[in-house]
T-cell receptor, first 114, second 116 residues
C-alpha cells in the first residue's frame, strides 16, 4: 500500500519558472491538502480539496494553483516561482470527517527557488 | 481565532529520562487533537489522536497524551525516551479553513534532542 506519493523529492527552480508538484493517493480518500513547511512556522495550509472537482484556498494560497480531476491526484502548480516559495511541501489525504479522520502525509518535496 | 501553541521550540533530554511536550489549544468547543512526529527528512506520522471520552490517549511508540479541558492542554508524554525518539513533534487540530477534520492547523513544532 503506497499511501501518499509525492514527486519529485527535490527540485531547484529559477525565479519565474513554473512547475507542478505531483501528489497521488491510493486510499480512496476524499480530502487532500497541500501544506508548506518553513523553519519555525510549522505547517501551513496552501490549498485543499474535499473531493474531485472541488478545491478551495487555505491560509497561504498566493502563487499556487490546484485542480482535482480525479480522487487520486491533487497536483500543486507554481505559476511563476519566487524565492519566497523555497520550502518543503507536503501533500496529505484523509477520509471522511469525524472520529476516524487521520491525515496521511507524503514524504515531502524540497523546493529551492534561486 | 482557533490556534494551537507549542511553547517549547527545542527540548533536550537524556536517554532513559521521561519526556513531556506541551501543547495548548484555543477552540470554542472540544476539539479533535492530534500529535504527529517528523523524523529528519521524512513526512509526518500520526502518534495519537483525541476525539472524546477518555482523556488519556495511548499512541504508538510508547507515547501517551492527556487532554485537560481546564488547562486547554494536550501534552504528550513518554516515560523513558530512546535515542530514536529524536525528531520534531507537532500538535494539531482541525483547521477552520479546511471545513472538515481532514485538514489541520499545526503548532510550530518542538524539536526533541536526546543525549546519550
Amino acid at each position: 500500500n503506497a499511501g501518499v506519493t509525492q514527486t519529485p523529492k527535490f527540485q531547484v527552480l529559477k525565479t519565474g519558472q513554473s512547475m507542478t508538484l505531483q501528489c497521488a493517493q491510493d486510499m480512496n480518500h476524499e480530502y487532500m491538502s497541500w501544506y508548506r513547511q518553513d523553519p519555525g512556522m510549522g505547517l501551513r495550509l496552501i490549498h485543499y480539496s474535499v473531493g474531485a472537482g472541488i478545491t478551495d484556498q487555505g491560509e497561504v494560497p498566493n502563487g499556487y494553483n490546484v485542480s482535482r480531476s480525479t480522487t487520486e491526484d491533487f497536483p500543486l502548480r507554481l505559476l511563476s516561482a519566487a524565492p519566497s516559495q523555497t520550502s518543503v511541501y507536503f501533500c496529505a489525504s484523509s477520509g471522511w470527517t469525524g472520529r476516524n479522520t487521520e491525515a496521511f502525509f507524503g514524504q515531502g518535496t524540497r523546493l529551492t527557488v534561486v | 481565532a482557533q490556534s494551537v501553541t507549542q511553547p517549547d521550540i527545542h527540548i533536550t533530554v537524556s536517554e532513559g529520562a521521561s519526556l513531556e511536550l506541551r501543547c495548548n489549544y484555543s477552540y470554542g468547543a472540544t476539539p479533535y487533537l492530534f500529535w504527529y512526529v517528523q523524523s529528519p527528512g521524512q513526512g509526518l506520522q500520526l502518534l495519537l489522536k483525541y476525539f472524546s471520552g477518555d482523556t488519556l490517549v495511548q499512541g504508538i511508540k510508547g507515547f501517551e497524551a492527556e487532554f485537560k479541558r481546564s488547562q486547554s492542554s494536550f501534552n504528550l508524554r513518554k516515560p523513558s525516551v530512546h535515542w530514536s525518539d529524536a525528531a520534531e513533534y507537532f500538535c494539531a487540530a482541525p483547521n477552520p479553513y479546511g471545513g472538515s477534520q481532514g485538514n489541520l492547523i499545526f503548532g510550530k513544532g518542538t524539536k526533541l534532542s536526546v543525549k546519550p
